[in-house]
């Protein structure tokens, strides 16, 4: 397998790993928006796990090199998880408050 090979495999790889990582936050996205409707918001047992299944996100997407080689559209993903996951522990903050 020569370089071009290996970084388009490691590429690939990494897609699929961003892909994971995006199912996972709107997976979370929906427990918090089914919890505000139905208000589990306030049960210091579910606030505590969410809170630290967003933590953990947190670390493994900014722990995320970012995609080299010409890999734009990883790099944007990568961008964009950074920033959603941001803006998604806002949201909950707020909804706890709220709650």
């Known amino acids: 397998m020569n370089i071009v090979e290996r970084q388009e495999k490691l590429a690939a790889l ?24 139905v208000e589990h918001a306030g049960h210091e047992e579910w606030e505590k796990s969410i809170e630290g299944y967003i933590d953990e996100l947190h670390n493994i997407i900014f722990s995320l090199p970012e995609p080299r080689y010409g890999h734009e559209e990883l790099h944007q993903k990568v961008k964009a998880l950074r920033k959603k996951i941001k803006d998604l522990y806002a949201d909950f903050r707020n909804m706890i408050k709220k709650g």
């Open 14 to 37: 990494t897609k699929e790993f961003i892909e994971g990582i995006e199912e996972a936050i709107k997976t979370l996205e929906d427990e918090i928006k089914e919890a505000s409707d």
